[in-house]
């Protein structure tokens, strides 16, 4: 079965300063891959994908993340953090019936 | 405006009683979900239904159950089987063509049973 780990519950980091939330990865198949961002007592929202084709991947509010077949991981990093983006951060794989298999999420505080 | 929305946000039971969450799209998706989340756990798969009249079980099923009788609504009813029914959950759906592993999620609804 597909699944991920992320690495670290909790996240600090200085606004301004680079984000690394890392995912790593364990399928049998050649994995599609998802950062979901949640704030408080919402749903989730798509950060960016990774299907097929480059691996380094674009998404919203100028997070992205790279795939890394020979490391099986898909780590999201932003260059210079912002006080909006203090939310919890999902990492996801595709598995049966096109559910998702989410990691245990990554809780990001950005400080002054 | 496409979207999934759920109703309540909020939901209070008493320990014993049935419940029903509801979840309804308008983005024309084949499949939906139901997951729920508890603090420290991620989301956890309970149903999922990939066309009208059908539906899978996901990892956590005991103690739900689905209907899926129309494209765009998906309910999920708490029973009282279900042991540990306090958490939020979520409903998501996707198309099965094109984007067909990006899943839109609801806004949530936090269940307290007491």
């Known amino acids: 079965a597909q699944s991920v780990t992320q690495l670290g519950s909790h996240v600090s980091v200085s606004e301004g300063a680079l984000v690394l939330l890392r995912c790593n990865y364990s399928s049998s198949v050649p994995p599609y891959l998802f950062w979901y961002v949640q704030y408080p007592n919402q749903g989730l929202q798509l950060l960016l994908k990774?299907?097929?084709?480059?691996?380094l991947v674009k998404g919203i509010n100028g997070f992205e993340a790279e795939f890394k077949k020979s490391e099986t991981s898909f780590h999201l990093t932003k260059p210079s953090a912002h006080m909006s983006d203090a939310a919890e951060y999902f990492c996801a794989v595709v598995s049966s019936g096109y559910a998702l298999n989410f990691g245990k999420g990554t809780s990001l505080l950005v400080t002054p | 405006d496409g979207g999934i929305t759920q109703s309540p946000k909020y939901l209070f039971r008493k320990e014993g009683q049935n419940v029903t969450l509801s979840c309804e799209q308008n983005l024309n998706h084949d499949a939906m979900y139901w997951y729920r989340q508890d603090p420290g756990q991620g989301l956890r798969l309970i149903y999922y239904?990939?066309?009208?009249?059908?539906?899978q079980k996901g990892d956590i099923a005991e103690g739900y159950s689905v209907s899926r009788e129309k494209k765009e609504s998906f309910p999920l009813t708490v029973t009282s089987a279900q042991k540990n029914p306090t958490a939020f959950y979520l409903c998501?759906?996707?198309?099965?063509?094109?984007?067909?592993?990006?899943?839109?999620f609801g806004p949530g609804t936090r269940l307290t049973v007491t």
């Open positions: 239904s990939q066309i009208v009249n059908d539906f």
């Open positions: 990774y299907t097929t084709g480059a691996t």
């Open positions: 998501a759906s996707s198309s099965q063509t094109g984007s067909r592993y990006e899943q839109y």
